[in-house]
Structures are given as structure tokens and as C-alpha cells.
């Protein structure tokens, strides 16, 4: 088991739906996951859903996290006819009062350079930074492979 994965292994029978949102400020984050990955996969991704519950906008503006050389903020858009992925190099906007859902197809978060396989019910560490509300660290707790949801397993 990979170190980073060691120190949060505890957590790694909890069910995903089952994680308890997070607050830090006037941000709640909630049901935060990743995917398990392949042997070799050089990246991952992040989901959960952002609520900012204050009168003032925020903006997430970085993510870190020991399993890969770095951590990205990125949206998939249409351009045209194609379906582009871009990293979001000002950050994502949180506006006051509302939800942003981070989910496959849309915004998340996006791990390059994996260190190692995530496995099916591992916790991964994840530092959040918020323009206003600060830093925050939390467990995505992995789910099964994007194939393996895609096949129904």
C-alpha cells in the first residue's frame, strides 16, 4: 500500500455516499471522491460538490495532494463540436449562495503524474485552497475504475 494511502487506510470501508461534508469558512464540501485508477495510469481525477453558503463569492484556486508531482483545477467544455478538457488557471468561481458540482464531464480536479495506483477504497488526501475561506484537507474516498462503473460492476 502506497505511503500516502497508509495513513488514511482507516476510512477506506467507508461508503462514498456516506463521507460527512466538510466546512471550512462559508465553504461545505460534499460527497468528495476519486476513481480508482489502472497499473501505470498517469492521472486521476477529483468530484465533489462545492456550496458556498455566504454573501460573498469565492474561488477555488489550487488543489495539492501527495499522490501525483500536481494537483489542477480543470473543466471539460464543448468547442465547436469537440469536447475539450482545460486546466482553469485562475481558479473556479464559487459564487456566494450557490452549489458548484465538480463531476466527471465537467469541473474536478485533475491529479498528473500519479505516484502510484489508487486502489477501490483507498482515502486520498487532498488540499483544497480557497481564495477567502483558506486551506482545507480532506479524504476522496476511491470508488471503482471509470471502466468498471461504465460496464455496471
Known amino acids: 500500500m502506497p505511503a500516502w494511502a497508509q495513513a488514511t487506510a482507516s476510512h477506506a470501508d467507508a461508503p462514498l455516499q456516506d463521507a460527512a461534508p466538510v466546512t471550512i469558512g462559508a465553504i461545505e464540501i460534499s460527497g468528495a471522491f476519486t476513481r480508482a485508477t489502472l497499473p501505470n495510469a498517469p492521472v486521476a481525477g477529483g468530484f465533489m460538490t462545492i456550496t ?10 489550487g488543489v495539492e495532494t501527495g499522490i501525483a508531482k500536481e494537483g489542477q483545477i480543470h473543466e471539460m467544455a464543448m468547442e ?13 468561481l464559487i459564487p456566494a449562495g450557490e452549489s458548484v458540482s465538480l463531476a466527471p464531464g465537467g469541473y474536478h480536479l485533475m491529479f498528473m503524474g500519479l505516484n502510484a495506483a489508487i486502489a477501490e477504497g483507498d482515502a486520498v488526501p487532498v488540499t483544497l485552497i480557497f481564495e477567502k475561506a483558506g486551506t482545507i484537507t480532506l479524504d476522496l474516498m476511491a470508488g471503482g475504475t471509470a471502466a468498471s462503473q461504465a460496464m455496471g460492476h
Do not use: A, F
Open 52 to 61: 458556498n453558503t455566504g454573501t460573498e463569492d469565492d474561488r477555488l484556486v
Open 80 to 92: 465547436g463540436d469537440v469536447m475539450k478538457m482545460r486546466q482553469l488557471t485562475d481558479g473556479l
